[in-house]
């Protein structure tokens, strides 16, 4: 990265931050670890193997048989199917020493493979379920441990709301619009919510109401064009 990108501040110079992201890119990229198992890959890489432009898409709680995963894994089907590439990121699997007071001053080395797939993302799509009115403790916990500032500035997100409830954890996705406008992130406007989660399914595992369903591939194709304006590249295969 050229001295004169680290001068440019991020408000002033849109541009100028793409050019950021894109050495970063090729330099993390190209050459950084490979994929850990945990973030399979779930889409098309480059012919060499190295991983193209993609999104990251978190599943937004810890909690075992979570709900939050099985939708998570419908949107990461409606990404497959759009040809978008996307690696998973699911909050079970993050390393329990994170919890310990000591991780703010050092991180556990397991820690990092979640932290890169949120820095390597050209997008994040967040899928969260409501707890307590808000978002899941454990969510906020991984969000003050990734790195910063650079970890939300200048990168788009979008936004996936459930709960048992009739709200579909609209509160809880408007506190972290919040946290992601604070860290200069590029929220796109258009959620989803999905209320009474508990009676959602079909019992293939699918969305039992089709509407439900058709919202969330709207989004996804809304957000995929979103992040190709954004940061000026093409997810999807030509
Ligand atoms: C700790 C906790 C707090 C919850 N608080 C709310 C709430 O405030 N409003 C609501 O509608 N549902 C609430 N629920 C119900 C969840 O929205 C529902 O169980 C949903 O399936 C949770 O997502 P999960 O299965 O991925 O954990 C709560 C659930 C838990 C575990």
Same mark, same amino acid.
């Given at each position: 990265m050229g001295g004169n990108s680290a001068m440019c501040s991020s408000v002033e110079c849109a541009t100028h931050r793409l050019s950021i992201r894109s050495s970063f890119s090729t330099e993390q990229r190209g050459n950084g670890p490979t994929a850990p198992v945990i973030f399979s890959v779930l889409a098309r890489g480059k012919a060499n193997g190295t991983i193209d432009f993609m999104l990251t898409i978190i599943s937004g709680t810890n909690r075992p048989e979570s709900n939050t995963k099985k939708v998570t894994d419908i949107v990461v089907q409606i990404y497959r199917d759009l040809g978008v590439p996307l690696q998973l990121l699911d909050l079970? *699997? %993050?390393? #329990?020493? %994170? =919890?310990? #007071?000591a991780a703010y001053a050092a991180k556990p080395p397991a820690f990092a493979r979640f932290a890169n797939a949120v820095l390597e993302a050209d997008g994040l799509v967040v899928v969260m379920p409501e707890y307590n009115g808000s978002m899941p403790g454990v969510l906020k916990v991984f969000i003050d441990h %990734?790195? =910063?500032? *650079?970890? =939300? *500035?200048s990168r788009p997100v979008c936004f996936v709301g459930l709960s048992a409830g009739i709200w579909g954890c609209l509160r809880g996705v408007e506190q972290l619009q919040q946290i992601f406008g604070y860290r200069n992130a590029y929220v796109f406007p258009k959620r989803v919510f999905l209320p009474g989660i508990s009676n959602a399914f079909n019992a293939q595992g699918g969305l039992a109401n089709s509407e439900n369903f058709q919202r969330l591939r709207e989004q996804a194709e809304e957000f995929t064009q979103f992040v190709e304006k954004i940061r000026g590249i093409q997810l999807r295969p030509q």
């Open positions: 079970q *699997e %993050l390393p #329990p020493d %994170l =919890f310990a #007071p %990734l790195k =910063f500032p *650079e970890s =939300f *500035e």
